[in-house]
């Protein structure tokens, strides 16, 4: 399919003025000196525009759960070393094939002599 219309490299520029990332305007609460967005509630103590819209039970609640998750991701990331035997095995696999006849055309696992890709890649 043909390009219909030429464009100039202004006109591009022209198009792309929109993308410009803007600034995100941060406010500080009057109340906590939390950082919030303007017009959105206030996560740490549950107020919006002075009236207390979430309970502060629930709001304690919500950082016990959130400590506990924490804490279990970060346990987790260390003890977690039962598929490296399986990775050995399969890896030794590999390497007893190279030893045949396969061994002699293929060179780290790709073969030595690719057609269609021009010899370099």
């Keep these: 399919m043909s390009v219909r219309m030429r464009h100039t490299s202004s006109h591009t520029k022209n ?8 600034d995100a305007s941060i406010v500080t609460d009057k ?8 017009h959105r509630l ?3 103590t549950g107020m919006y525009r002075g009236k207390q819209v979430i309970p502060t ?13 924490d804490k279990r991701a970060q346990e987790d990331v260390h003890t977690d070393f039962r598929n490296e035997p399986a990775q050995a095995e399969v890896h030794n696999e ?3 094939k190279k030893s045949g006849v396969l061994g002699r055309f ?9 057609s269609g890709f021009g010899g370099g890649a």
């Design 15 to 22: 198009r792309r003025s929109h993308h410009a990332l803007k």
């Design 31 to 38: 109340d906590s000196g939390a950082l919030r967005l303007p």
């Design 42 to 44: 206030d996560e740490t």
């Design 57 to 69: 039970e629930t709001l304690k609640r919500r950082e016990a759960r959130k400590e506990r998750l």
């Design 94 to 96: 590999k390497e007893e």
């Design 106 to 114: 293929t060179k780290g696992g790709k073969a030595k002599a690719r």
